[in-house]
């Protein structure tokens, strides 16, 4: 299971969204946001910080881009906000996967407002830097 897995499962697990990720359907997606439904999610990585060599421990940047309805703003806004309050602050959890997340952080205090997609749907964002642990080959606990 990828990270992004991960951190999309926890979003479902949280009750923001619905993530199903054999099947089509659902509101949160990888990566980038599919042409369809309006009203969904998409989880990303983005650059972060240098990683240690020895340690199995990373500070990782996430953003969630929420998009909603052509017609009103809040909806996108509201999403948005309810992934901030649900991942602000969330520490010392096991992820599906077997990471383990010590702290999410809010890096701004609360969603921003990127515009309207080709489509005219509003799109707020949302990011996070995260410390993770999770053993790789070359380092363990």
């Not at 901030?84 to 809010?106: K, M, P, Q, S």
């Not at 799109?123 to 070359?138: G, L, Q």
Request: a negative charge; proline letters at 4%; aromatic letters at 6%.
């Amino acid at each position: 299971m990828t990270l992004l897995e991960e951190i999309a499962q926890l979003l479902h697990d949280l009750g923001v969204g619905t993530y199903t990720p054999n099947t089509a359907g659902g509101t949160i997606f990888l990566t980038a946001l599919p042409t369809s439904p309006d009203r969904c999610m998409a989880v990303a990585r983005y650059g972060a910080g240098e990683a240690d060599s020895r340690l199995p421990y990373d500070e990782i940047s996430i953003q969630i881009r929420c998009r909603g309805s052509a017609v009103d703003a809040r909806q996108a806004e509201a999403d948005a906000q309810n992934v901030y309050d649900a991942l602000h602050g969330l520490e010392n959890r096991e992820l599906a996967g077997g990471t383990w997340l010590a702290l999410a952080v809010g890096i701004q205090s609360g969603p921003v407002y990127i515009g309207r997609d080709q489509n005219g749907r509003h799109e707020y964002v949302v990011n996070f830097r995260a410390e993770i642990s999770r053993s790789t080959p070359n380092r363990s606990e």
